[in-house]
């Protein structure tokens, strides 16, 4: 991550660019660096993803505000990223509008290319710490099994368009121009349906709900886009669309994640703290950790089983399991309890601990300012 360049820099924005800046900006770089323009151009291929990754980050208002804080180092395993080229195309296809080389390609579905589908996966938290094989259900357009995707009736074939011969395009003559236009009979297909399948109506596809099994990797974090490929809608040509799962991580009971590091608060009485105990701490997976507290500890303090938190999902290795001391003060005594608690407090007016003797000093010296 530290060779990776600025993300404000790699747009030309500043850091209090607006929105609809940072979105142009990226606009006019996706153009200039398209592949399309610059056909095996290596060079040209990079930095159009480089700015896609940056635009993926700014325009999402929680991932820029972890980046401006934290920088590169702040986007571990939450950046969805992408796999290639076309994954681009369908991830920032509202950027770029409809019409056009660049209308078709960012669409998702350009070139005969099926659209891609969108889902929300919820996982348990265990299971975004250790990845799991989730099998979703998604419903998409595929071949109709009636006419087997020819959108005719059964016996029945597509004829050939009679306004432009079956070419797709029709010329129109403007001036001394002759412009060629998309059939607007058959849409460019070159055919039209006489007889219609029933079943579909003549489109040729029809809905049907499947079931996907979708790899999450362990360590995925909450908000990560993954993309299947060739699992969305089937285009014209069969080239199917992908299908991209938006994760979202569900609350545990005990821990709470921050980034590859898992936290939980234990509760433990005056005496433990103040004589220093031994505990066993749960861990994820259903472990157990035996934990010494030391002497002294204060509420809120944080103690550290390494290697034992999230794994990291773009490296190697995991995180630590943190423990939060909490210093639980009980709301019912028994007599006994009190009274001992009693004498505690007698012995503390005689000997001041060296933290409340400085607090009490400080008490006096403000009231001696007040009364001068």
């Known amino acids: 991550m530290a060779d990776k360049r600025d993300f404000y820099e790699v747009l030309g924005v500043r850091k209090d660019s607006s929105e609809s800046e940072v979105k142009s900006s990226y606009r006019k770089l996706a153009m200039r660096y398209h592949p399309d323009r610059n056909p095996g151009d290596a060079e040209a291929e990079e930095k159009f993803k480089e ?3 940056a635009y993926e ?3 999402d208002p929680e991932k820029r505000a972890r980046y401006d804080q934290y920088g590169h180092e702040g986007l571990r395993g939450n950046s969805g990223g992408f796999h290639d080229i076309s994954d681009i195309f369908s991830a920032f296809g509202d950027v770029f509008g409809g019409g056009g080389i660049f209308g078709d390609l960012f669409g998702g579905g350009g070139g005969g290319r099926g659209a891609s589908l969108r889902l929300e996966v919820a996982i348990e938290f265990e ?3 250790f990845g799991i094989e989730k099998t979703v259900e998604i419903t998409r357009h595929e071949p109709c099994d009636t006419c087997e995707g020819t959108g005719c009736k059964p016996g029945t074939r597509p004829r050939k368009c009679s306004t432009c011969g079956g070419a797709g395009r029709v010329r129109q003559v403007q001036a001394i121009f002759q412009i060629q236009t998309t059939c607007p009979a058959c849409q460019g297909s ?3 349906i006489k007889d219609p ?3 579909c109506d003549g489109a040729g596809l029809s809905p049907k709900r499947r079931k996907i099994e979708v790899g999450i990797p362990a360590g995925i974090e909450d908000g990560t886009r993954l993309r299947v490929s060739g699992q969305g809608e089937v285009g014209a040509n069969g080239r199917a669309g992908d299908l991209y799962c938006f994760i979202s991580v569900r609350e545990h009971s005990l821990f709470q994640r921050h980034g590859d590091h898992v936290l939980i608060d234990v509760p433990i009485s005056y005496p ?3 004589l220093g105990t031994d505990l066993e701490v749960p861990g994820l997976g259903g472990k157990t950790h035996q934990l010494e507290v ?3 500890s204060q509420s809120g303090d944080i103690l550290q089983i390494r290697g034992e938190g999230v794994p990291r999902m773009n490296s ?3 995180g630590d399991h943190l423990v939060r001391i909490i210093i639980e003060v009980p709301k019912k005594l028994t007599p006994e309890q009190e009274e001992l608690l009693r004498q505690l407090a007698e012995i503390e007016e005689t000997n001041v601990a060296p933290e409340r003797k400085s607090f009490l000093d400080k008490v006096k010296e403000y009231f001696a300012l007040e009364e001068s």
Request: glycine share 12%.
């Open 51 to 53: 700015a896609a990754e």
């Open 57 to 59: 980050v700014l325009s």
């Open 272 to 274: 433990q703290a103040a």
């Open 127 to 129: 299971e975004a710490v």
């Open 197 to 199: 399948c029933l079943r």
């Open 190 to 192: 070159g055919e039209y």
């Open 316 to 318: 190697y290795g995991r």
């Open 294 to 296: 030391p002497k002294g």
